[in-house]
């Protein structure tokens, strides 16, 4: 599934805690791998994404390594067995 960052300038606080917290609250889910394919690091930042092919009209919170979760304007694949959270709920 491919996705892309949202722009730091757009990006949204929690309402409260962390995004990855808010990640494991909704996912039901404890994150430890970056969601990215292949990517062995640990997913230490809910990350913020949208899917290129929709638009960045629903953001979504997925957990990523540091160094996904910088990446700008480049989007990625992430496995399709990830749980993408509404960052609206
Ligand atoms: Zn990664």
Known sequence: MRI???PVK???K???GTWLEF????????ASKCSVIGCES?????AQVFKPS???????????????AALVKEPFDVAESVTLVLANK
């Open 54 to 68: 929709m638009g960045p009209t629903s953001i979504y919170i997925v957990p990523l390594c540091p160094t996904h």
């Open 10 to 12: 757009t990006q949204k």
């Open 42 to 46: 640990r997913a230490e930042v809910g």
């Open 23 to 30: 990640w494991e609250t909704h996912a039901k889910k404890t």
């Open 4 to 6: 892309e960052n949202v």
């Open 14 to 16: 929690p309402s409260a």
